[in-house]
C-alpha cells in the first residue's frame, strides 16, 4: 500500500490561512498541528447543516443477474441511508491578573504563554474524543472511532468484520488504528457557516467580581471550537484490537506486524486516501526496537517534510497519546 505523503486536502492549518487575513487563527491551527498528530493528518470540511453534516451511504448493491435466451431479469438498485453527524462545542476562557501580566513588561507576550497552555489542553482533549467520545453517554460531544469499531465479527459486509482482534483480554489492552483520510471516506467537520478549527478572542481588560465581593482588573480571552468526525465508509477505518499492554512489556506480545499486515488487507482499495497508522508510546517504542533490531523488513525509518517518521509499508506511524492501555476487550 502507497501512501500520500502531502495533503492534497485541506487541513486546519489550509483552511485557516484562506479564513483569517490577520493570521491569528491560521498561527492557532498550526501551533494546534505540532501538537496533535490528527490535527496535522486530518482534512476538514465545512458541515452541510448548521450542527453538523448529512452523509448518504450505500449499503448494497446491484449484483446483476444471468439469463437464458427469450428470459427476463427483474431490475435492481442499490440502497443507501441518511447518517448524521453532529459536531460538539468546545469552549473555555482564560483569566489573568491584569497587574501580573503587566509587571511582566509584556503583557502580550505573557497572555501568548497562556494561550499556549489552553491550545495544548483543548488539543489533548479533541484527540481523547476523537479516539472515544461518545454522543450516547455524553449528548454534548459526538462519536468518536471507538464507539463505531467496538465489537468484532466476521461478517464482511459488517463494520465491525474492521475490528480485528490482537489475542488479549481483560482491560489492560490497547489498539491500533489505521484511517484513511479523504473527503470520499473519513474527515473531520465544522459548523456550516463557520469557521474552522479553534478560535481565539482577545476579550480585553475587564472587571472580575470575585467571590467575596472584592473586585480586580483582568485580561480575559475566550477560545471556541467545534468539530466533529464523518465515516462516510466505514470500510477505510481498521482497528487492531486487543492488544494486551502487560504482555507487551513482557516481550510476549502479539505479533504486530502480523495484524497490520491483516488491517491493510481490510482496506478495499488505495491510492485515493490519506492513510495514516496511529498508536500510543509503547507500541511505537516496541515497533521501533523492531525496526533496529531489523527483525522485520516492512517496518523502516524514513525522512518525510524533513522528519524521521517511522512507516510501514509506506504508511506513517503516528503516536497518539490518547489512545490508552487500559481498554477492556472487544468480542
Known amino acids: 500500500m502507497s501512501t500520500i505523503l502531502s495533503n492534497e486536502w485541506p487541513t486546519l492549518a489550509t483552511l485557516a490561512r484562506r479564513m483569517d487575513s490577520k493570521g491569528a487563527i491560521a498561527n492557532i491551527a498550526e501551533v494546534l498541528e505540532k501538537m496533535n498528530p490528527m490535527v496535522e493528518d486530518m482534512p476538514f470540511m465545512e458541515g452541510n447543516l448548521p450542527t453538523g453534516h448529512k452523509s448518504v ?3 448494497t448493491l446491484p449484483a446483476g443477474q444471468y439469463r437464458a435466451y427469450n428470459e427476463g431479469v427483474n431490475a435492481e438498485k442499490s440502497e443507501t441511508e441518511d ?3 453532529n459536531c460538539a462545542m468546545m469552549e473555555s476562557y482564560a483569566e489573568v491578573d491584569m497587574a501580573l501580566a503587566d509587571l511582566s513588561g509584556n503583557a502580550k507576550s505573557f497572555r501568548y504563554t497562556e494561550d499556549l497552555a489552553f491550545m495544548e489542553g483543548m488539543s489533548n482533549t479533541f484527540s481523547d474524543n476523537m479516539i472515544y467520545a461518545n454522543y450516547a453517554a455524553s449528548p454534548k460531544k459526538f462519536n468518536g472511532f471507538t464507539v463505531r469499531y467496538n465489537s468484532i465479527s466476521t461478517d464482511q459486509e459488517n463494520r465491525d468484520f ?6 488479549g483480554s ?10 484513511n483520510w479523504s473527503p470520499q471516506y473519513c474527515f473531520g467537520i465544522f459548523p456550516k457557516g463557520s ?7 482577545d476579550l480585553g481588560q475587564k472587571t472580575k467580581v470575585m467571590d467575596d465581593g472584592s473586585q480586580m482588573e ?3 480571552s475566550h477560545y471556541k471550537w467545534d468539530h466533529g468526525l464523518v465515516i462516510r465508509d466505514w470500510r477505510y477505518v481498521v482497528r487492531i484490537a486487543n492488544i494486551d499492554y502487560s504482555d507487551l512489556a513482557g516481550g510476549s506480545a502479539a505479533n504486530l506486524v502480523n495484524l497490520l499486515i491483516d488491517a491493510q488487507e481490510r482496506i478495499p482499495t488505495t491510492g ?6 496511529y498508536c500510543n508510546r509503547q507500541i511505537l517504542s516496541y515497533l521501533r526496537k523492531q ?3 531489523k527483525s522485520n523488513v516492512n517496518l523502516t525509518f524514513e525522512n518525510v517534510a524533513g522528519k524521521r517518521v517511522t512507516m510501514f509499508d509506506g504508511i506513517p506511524i503516528r503516536r497518539c497519546d490518547s489512545i490508552m492501555n487500559t481498554e477492556s476487550t472487544v468480542s
Open 291 to 293: 525496526i533496529i533490531a
Open 170 to 179: 481483560g482491560s489492560d489492552n490497547t489498539s491500533i488504528w489505521l484511517v
Open 218 to 220: 483582568i485580561y480575559r
Open 272 to 277: 485515493l486516501s490519506r492513510p495514516v497508522l
Open 83 to 85: 447518517i448524521t453527524d
Open 57 to 59: 451511504q450505500r449499503i
Open 162 to 167: 474492521n475490528v480485528i482482534d490482537g489475542g
Open 195 to 201: 469557521k474552522a478549527g479553534m478560535q481565539m478572542k
